[in-house]
Nanobody, 114 residues
């Protein structure tokens, strides 16, 4: 059973930065792909960023140039570096990992507000 534990969310002012972490119970490189989604109340979960086993990354247009997804194998951890945050980035952020099935973390709240 794969377990994903997120951390790093919080309250930040517009223009600020946060780094989200997603610690996996196994090697982060063993997954076909990993990434981040976000969700606000009454809306569908939105894809934010992904990275494949081979290091190919993909970003939502709304976060390109501001967010960076990367992983550290020694720590079995996936990260999302978020810079130049905007109020519309406010959401619960979920990490996921694909193996034979998709696994989800529990989510971490990010609030961007002055």
């Amino acid at each position: 059973q794969v377990q994903l534990v997120e951390s790093g969310g919080g309250l930040v002012q517009p223009g600020g930065s946060l780094r989200l972490s997603c610690a996996a119970s196994g090697s982060i490189f063993s997954f076909i792909g990993v990434g981040w989604y976000r969700q606000v109340p009454d809306k569908q979960r939105e894809l934010v960023a992904t990275i494949t086993r081979y290091g190919v990354t993909n970003y939502a247009d709304s976060v390109k140039g501001r967010f960076t997804i990367f992983r550290e194998n020694a720590e079995n951890t996936l990260y999302l570096q978020m810079n130049s945050l905007k109020p519309e980035d406010t959401a619960v952020y979920y990490c996921y990992a694909d193996q034979l099935q998709r696994y989800w973390g529990q989510g971490t709240q990010v609030t961007v507000s002055s």
